[in-house]
């Protein structure tokens, strides 16, 4: 197994942790086709990382995912959690300065998973007195994007 | 003025705190809303990969409807706005897309102008007529709040400035209010995750809170029900780490207008807020009411 690191948070160097299996190229292809970006733009400067305000709970890092890609370990990006915590802010695709949406790269990593049936990560398992509360657009935005 | 507002679900119900002062500001300030009739749910969100015709359908009927009626469409609620407003630009630079869902609700798109109620005050009507119209200036430091999808995607909504927006700011002067330089303003409450993951939530709005609380506010401002409730509920009880009390109001921008101009419809309702923002409220009013006094007297 390969390691590269990369330097952010709170400039500690984070090990990323690579496999020596093929790049999945139709998994990229299909990645950018339904995001509409072009992961090869991203020159891994970590702006997006520095802003997530999400970046804090997700196992791999928004420009890590876009690494991943780049190497073409979509099975990687696949089974991290990252994709399911954005929430689609935007404060990354604001600011970056290759003009890459992760947060489109995300979603479309999500809908493969969703559509191929891999994934389902409804919120069932809730309190009731939970549900009563939150206003509507939070389920319906909840079930939109972590359910088909 | 007249225009075709579009309140959206949650403001009919657990945001009707935003439904109830709106109106009401349009309402003194001169400005005709027509409700929507038989409006339906926009969706939440645009979808954001390239082959989700499907999930434009509810914000298309929405601004079809409207097209008939061939008046700019008002909202208050932040998805709301977000959807509509992308939704109609999206239906209007893609001819494909816009074909396709031509074809499924059989009717022509011409496009309809999407406004957020902040954007009426700042062009419609104006700051500075809003200041005047002023009658009762709330002596409370306020924190502007925008969150996520207010300004972003800037190329598609365009109010505002999306690193370094005034809006806020410039209608919470113009009520008289002291206004707090707020740099979190911009970031995200967590949104929807506090249905999912709301630990995830919680860290986020603790991060918000405690920057507004260190420089002072008094109360958070903002325009969006989900953003409302996060930052209200979510918030830690009791003192932060620095003595400071963590607890803080968190109310809308048509709250702070309406009571500025002296309506009622402006106080916020009780069971929508867990940090009651009544207390400091009338606190100011009766601060206000000593104050008039002895101007009176002297």
């Known amino acids: 197994m390969r390691v590269i690191t990369t330097p952010i948070r709170g400039g500690k160097k984070v090990p990323l942790r690579l496999p020596e299996s093929r790049p999945d190229r139709n998994g990229i292809q299909e990645i950018e086709e339904l995001s509409g970006q072009n992961l090869f733009s991203c020159y891994q400067c970590g702006k997006c990382s520095a802003g997530c305000p999400i970046a804090f709970a997700m196992d791999l890092l928004p420009h890590q995912v876009i690494r991943l890609l780049q190497l073409g370990l979509v099975s990687e990006v696949e089974n991290s959690s990252a994709p399911w915590y954005c929430v689609g802010c935007l404060t990354c695709m604001t600011r970056c300065p290759r003009g890459v949406d992760v947060s489109r790269v995300m979603e479309a990593i999500r809908s493969l998973l969703l559509r191929e049936g891999k994934e389902d990560r409804r919120p069932f398992l809730l309190p009731n007195e939970i549900v009563a509360e939150m206003p509507q657009q939070a389920s319906v935005s909840a079930f939109r994007k972590l359910s088909l | ?298």
């Open chain 2, 1 to 298: 003025m007249e225009l075709v507002y579009y309140p959206g679900c949650t403001l009919y119900q657990k945001a009707k705190g935003l439904d109830r002062s709106a109106r009401a500001c349009a309402a003194a300030l001169g400005v005709r809303l027509v409700e929507l009739p038989e409006w339906q749910c926009c969706g939440g969100l645009i979808p954001q990969v390239k082959d989700a015709a499907m999930a434009l359908l509810g914000p298309s009927r929405i601004l079809m409807d409207a097209q008939k009626i061939g008046q700019p469409l008002v909202t208050l609620c932040t998805f709301c706005y977000n959807t509509l407003k992308r939704a109609d630009r999206i239906l209007r630079e893609d001819d494909q897309l816009r074909r396709k869902i031509e074809d499924f609700l059989d009717e022509p798109y011409r496009g309809v102008g999407v406004l957020h109620f902040l954007e009426v005050l700042r062009d419609g009507i104006g700051w500075e007529k809003i200041r005047q119209r002023v009658t009762s200036p709330l002596d409370i430091r306020v924190a502007p709040y925008y969150g996520c999808l207010l300004l972003r995607p800037y190329r598609e909504i365009g109010m505002d400035d999306p690193e370094d927006p005034t809006i806020m700011e410039d209608l919470l002067s113009a009520l008289g209010c002291p206004v707090v330089d707020f740099p979190a303003r911009t970031d995200c409450c967590g949104s929807f995750l506090s249905l999912w993951r709301p630990e995830v939530t919680r860290e986020c709005v603790r991060q918000i809170v405690e920057k507004a609380v260190r420089l002072g506010a008094q109360v958070l401002v903002t325009t969006c029900p989900l953003c409302q409730f996060n930052l209200d509920r979510y918030q830690q009880a009791g003192p932060s780490s620095d003595g400071r009390t963590g607890r803080l109001p968190v109310i809308y921008f048509t709250q702070v207008l309406a009571l500025a101009l002296g309506l009622e419809e402006g106080l916020p309702i009780q069971r929508e807020h867990q940090v009651s923002p009544l207390g400091l409220l009338t606190a100011a009013a009766k601060e206000r009411g000593s104050g008039d006094d002895q101007r009176e007297k002297s």
